[in-house]
């Protein structure tokens, strides 16, 4: 149901800045498994869900706006009526309570899109969320509303503070219109599949992957790779033919790529009950394509590349391996529900640029940017009042 | 920050002390070439240039002007076309031309790592023998540098395919005035945090130094198509466009020129443009050959149902260039045409074009100066060229009102002020016009976040306040009067 809500945004911003009550601002929860939620029971919940409908749309303009709570599903049949598609593909998690019930079928806002920054299985080819990213409305910490880029693609007028929303996970502000770019639907697609190991499956990709191929995703896993084509329909065909792999079942591939990037395919299915005994902690790892696959330490079976390589999900419990791991091969690792590792002086920066979104630090995000939170995952209540004042 | 000391013998001597001699101008002949960017109607001498040659040097520079609180002025090779990098009077130029080395190409990860002072197409020459190239190219990409791109995000002609420079840099080796050094980003799809290298791509040498970059190269297209298709009217071009477009069809570069612009481009370059078109389309598509030859009978299909009058079709390398030639030269044509001229870079929503090349003209009338026009037509990025001759007084002032008034109907339009050139000193007004007090407050906020001391390229990108405040006429931003809560400081 389209409503802007966006005077009572600021006034309850605004009501928090002036009390120095903590805010929390949530979406439909798709995405809530994915940091700690330490410390955000602290605060008081700013639902944006109700902030939504779509504002504008011309399909030969390729780029949507929308309040931040719009449903991704509204969009997604918006666009796809018209031909088009987020190009950047963002996973449709479902919510998950702590009992690892799964919730209703919502499946997130665009604002829980831009904020958690998430892409797709087509990412190394049709790009990241932040690359969609044109233009912004938020409401900062000040309880001021803001806008910033706008709906043209090319736009260097001021600092990029729209992209900068990308992956904050809410520590910037309140995301209240989105202007996201689109991209025609592609006139045909179709999977292939391969019979290789990890090294066979890598050593493909990379060398597909500097030919003139319509790829849009990789998968690698259990001893089979699958490729994803996408595009203009000669284009397919043309590539299908070159690289004459198994072909999947249509409807069965579309069924596969989506249950990889909506993490319901098997490999993940652990997620939903963490608790439950003989499950691993799930990594997700980005790595350079070329970096060296795991040695023995890890069982191949706990391994899924994606991303033509770029994207690795390890189940493992053994933390300073993994990380030793992503380290030696100029990556970065990230275990799901646990504080995304960020490095000290960064960190720093990230903690003043959220200062000078957010003075009185009202926005309570699982992502802790302040350093010496993040060292410290259970600061006592006098230091937090400090990074307050 | 710090009051600028005026004590530029200290300073010099601190630099001398530090740099070895050949890093070092400060003799005039040796300083004049600094002394503007690619806008070269504003200029100042600056009183001493240094081009280091490492990264260290540039940390013991930065390290000399935060603590003397010299303004630092970052510098490429000088193409930029907003007067990002004009010398401030009290500043130290901080030029990274002589960091020049391509690091590595590493075909299997797809990137380059290069130094900032690389240029743009030296990436891509590099990376020739592997199939791969560096896809972003801007009109200068033969002198401009990376590091520069980097500052701007530079566009050029393929962005609506292939993106800008945000899009195509993976990562950054970043100085910030403090000292900090910082490697963001990298052969990596995404990082952890804030997404500081988003925020520093197009912060115009505000925010850091970039010592390093790390860029994204694509595989060469198997093949490409070049189309010229002339129009009796300028709106069934614009109509192609959104046909096109509305088609799903994804063009590697779509430009549009109108008919002084078209008239110049001929005269100088011969690419053998229809003399009578109101307007002209040049359309580039690549891919593999299949999908190639369909998807060049599809445009062409559109082009005739827009009601081209004239389509021609280049598959050879030659008469592609030769099409491209005139298209490329249209800035030193018009240059011919004209004693002087100015060139805007407002961006529009492609549906806006033919109503604001219709205010276009009418400005041109009440003005009395012509314009040519040059659109980037895929993405929506405009080039009205404004001719005037700077020694007829106050034609300067008029054209520069003119353009102050065309960048004004671009953000009526739903458009921005500056599409790819960036706002430097040139366009620091028109910044009143998009933005409110509000927001111009947060990007200071921003500003000092990442530079406390505040040495870093003051005065640029940013308007103050005050200086909105004082602008004569002021500009009514979509129905709201302007800063009806500025506070006078």
Redesign the interface.
Known sequence: MAADLSAQMISSVKDAYASGQSLVISGQGSKGAWLPDAEMSAGGTLDVTGHSGIQAY?????VITARAGTSLEEINAMLAAE??MLACDPPRFQPTQADGVVGDNASGTLGGVVAT?L?GPG??WS??V??AILGVELV?GKG?????G????????????S??Q???WG??GVLASISIRV???W?DQCTLVFQLSAEQAQQKC?LL??????LQGTCWQDGVLSLRLG?????V???KLALSGQVMQGGTDLEFWANLRDHKADFFQQELFPQTPGTKKIWRL?????APLPGNWLSADDLLIE?GG??RWLRHDDDAAVVAYAKSV???C?AKGEQ????V??????N??????DPKNIFLSP?V?NQSLHTNPQPNPQERQQHAD | MNPITKNHTAVLQHLQRTLPAECLITDGAGLRPYETDGLTAIREMPWVVVLPETEAQVVDVMAICRQHGVPVIPRGAGTGLSGGARPHKDGVVLGLSKMNKILSI??????AHVQPGVRNLAISNAAKP???YYAPDPSSQIACSIGGNVA??A?GVH??KY??T??NVLGVRVL?SDG?V?E?G???????????L??L???EGM?GIVTQVTVALL????KKSVILAGFKQVTDAGNAV??I??A???PAGMEMMDKLAVQAAEQFAHAGYPLDAAAILIIELD?????L???TAQVIDHLNASGAYQIDQADDAETQARLWKGRKSAFPAVGRLSPDYICMDG?????QLAHVLTQIDELSERFGLAVANVF?AA???LHPLILFDANVPGQTDQAMAMGGEILQCCVAA??????????GVE?LDT?CV???S??LD??F??????D?SGVLNPGK??PTLTRCGELGGMHVHKGRLPFPELERF
């Not at chain 1, 011309?58 to 390729?62: F, I, R, S, T, V």
């Not at chain 1, 001021?144 to 910033?148: A, D, G, I, P, R």
């Not at chain 1, 003043?352 to 979104?357: C, D, G, Q, S």
């Not at chain 2, 739903?414 to 706002?423: F, K, L, Q, R």
Request: a negative charge.
């Open positions: 011309q399909p030969e303009e390729l031909g088009q920054g892409s990412r190394p790009g990241a932040r690359d900062n001021e509303y803001l806008k910033f706008g709906q043209v693609m090319k736009n260097v007028a001021g600092y990029d503070v992209r900068l990308a992956g904050a520590n910037l991209h025609p639907t006139q990379l992957a500097q030919q003139n191929l319509p595009g203009h329909a000669s284009g065909a043309g590539a980005v790595v350079p394509s070329a991303w770029g994207l100029g990556g970065w990230w995304m590792p960020i490095d002086v960064q960190a720093r920066y990230m003043e640029l959220k200062r000078a979104f992502m940017l | 590493d075909p299997d990860n797809r990137v592997h199939g791969l701007e995000n566009g962005c609506l993106g800008l945000v899009h910030t900090d910082m963001i990298g052969a990596l799809y995404d990082n952890p945090g804030l997404d500081m988003a925020l791509c197009g912060s925010l595989p060469e297209p198997e959104a046909s477009i509305g799903g069809i994804i891919g593999a050959e299949a999908e030859s369909a998807v961006t529009i929503p492609r549906h980037h993405d929506g990025n739903g458009g921005t002020v500056t599409g790819e050139h960036g706002i366009k910044m998009q933005f409110t509000d927001e947060q990007f906020r921003i500003k000092d976040a990442m406390p990108g940013i």
